[in-house]
């Protein structure tokens, strides 16, 4: 059975960093398009960044040139470096696989930008 366990999520201060870490077991990873999610309360759930099995990656123009995605194929891992952190990025963030119609969801972390 698929599974996706999410890390890495806590409290920062603007201005800071975090790193998310997405570990999945149960998939063939290397050959899944692998992406983060989040959802601000109140809000629909937005993607953040996708990146394929070959390497092609896409943001969202809200974290562009400050969040960065990647991917360690032997690792069955899929990674979300935070820098430059707003109190706007505050959300439960999800990973995500993707293979043609078939989705898998990990249950989410919560990140707060916060003084």
């Known amino acids: 059975q698929a599974q996706l366990v999410e890390s890495g999520g806590g409290l920062v201060q603007p201005g800071g960093s975090l790193r998310l870490s997405c570990t999945t077991s149960?998939?063939?990873?290397?050959?899944?398009?692998m992406a983060w999610y989040r959802q601000a309360p109140g809000k629909q759930r937005e993607s953040v960044a996708s990146?394929?099995?070959?390497?092609?990656?896409v943001y969202a123009d809200s974290v562009k040139d400050r969040f960065t995605i990647s991917r360690d194929n032997p690792k069955n891992t899929v990674y979300l470096q935070m820098n430059n952190l707003k109190p706007e990025d505050t959300a439960v963030y999800y990973c995500?696989?993707?293979?043609?119609?078939?989705?898998?969801w990990g249950q989410g972390t919560q990140v707060t930008v916060s003084s």
């Open positions: 990146i394929t099995s070959g390497g092609n990656i």
């Open positions: 995500n696989a993707r293979l043609n119609r078939s989705e898998r």
């Open positions: 149960g998939i063939i990873f290397r050959i899944y398009v």
